[in-house]
């Protein structure tokens, strides 16, 4: 069954440096999104991506950061100068077409800033 | 109450019951989704209702929506120690326009052996 992946599957960064965390999406899928959960909390839209731009973004999604499709499997999540409380698990997720179709989310990247 | 709220919060059942998880939601919607997230894990998608659906089925799973109400339900008949998880319903926004979800606070469902 075709699955979303995420890697890695832990990352501890020292506050102030960049991060990239990422994503294979479902090879067919065209809505591409990135979520985040802090420890407890419910989890959050962070932004979505639909033909090679960002349909969509939250109050979270601020200048620190950044999506990107560098070819035609990868989506990455960057975040330019990390924060302590930017340490959450994020999750990429896909979907297909139409406004009927299941999200698949991947098993999240864990994010720990030190 | 936001959109997408579960209740209740944490449900304690043994090992062959039935769980209810109950989830209330504020805007229109085209659909519901439910999932499930194992401690510390990922999000598995379990079923999408649509919003012109009332009941679906899918294995032990029965989830029912009612759009009058804002409400849906999900069933897991004859629990597992396995089905120990949090389960959480998401609406997407169809005013957004970018089909985001919108996720509740979730329900902890604890099944005793």
């Known amino acids: 069954e075709p699955e979303v992946t995420q890697t890695p599957s832990h990352q501890v960064t020292q506050m102030g440096q960049e991060v990239i965390l990422r994503c294979v999406p479902i090879s067919n899928h065209l809505y591409f999104y990135w979520y985040r959960q802090i420890l407890g909390q419910k989890v959050e839209f962070l932004v979505s991506f639909y033909n090679n731009e960002i349909s969509e973004k939250s109050e979270i999604f601020d200048d620190q950061f950044s999506v990107e499709r560098p070819d035609g499997s990868n989506f990455t999540l960057k975040i330019r100068s990390t924060k302590l409380e930017d340490s959450a698990m994020y999750f990429c997720?896909?979907?297909?077409?139409?406004?009927?179709?299941?999200?698949?989310f991947g098993q999240g990247t864990r994010l720990t800033v030190v | 109450s936001q959109q997408g709220e579960e209740d209740p919060q944490a449900l304690s059942i043994q090992e062959g019951e039935n769980a209810t998880m109950n989830c209330s939601y504020k805007?229109?919607?085209?659909?519901l989704q439910w999932y499930r997230q194992n401690s510390g894990r990922g999000l598995v998608h379990l079923i999408l209702i649509r919003s012109n659906e009332r009941e679906k089925h899918s294995g032990r799973l029965r989830v029912t929506l009612d759009t009058s109400k804002k409400s849906s339900s999900l069933l897991i008949t004859a629990s597992r120690a396995a089905d120990t998880a949090s389960y959480f319903c998401?609406?997407?926004?169809?005013?957004?326009?970018?089909?985001?979800?919108?996720f509740g606070k979730g329900t902890k469902l604890t099944v005793n052996p």
């Open positions: 998401a609406t997407d926004q169809p005013q957004g326009g970018s089909e985001k979800l919108v």
């Open positions: 997720a896909s979907s297909g077409w139409g406004s009927n179709t299941e999200a698949f």
């Open positions: 805007t229109s919607i085209n659909n």
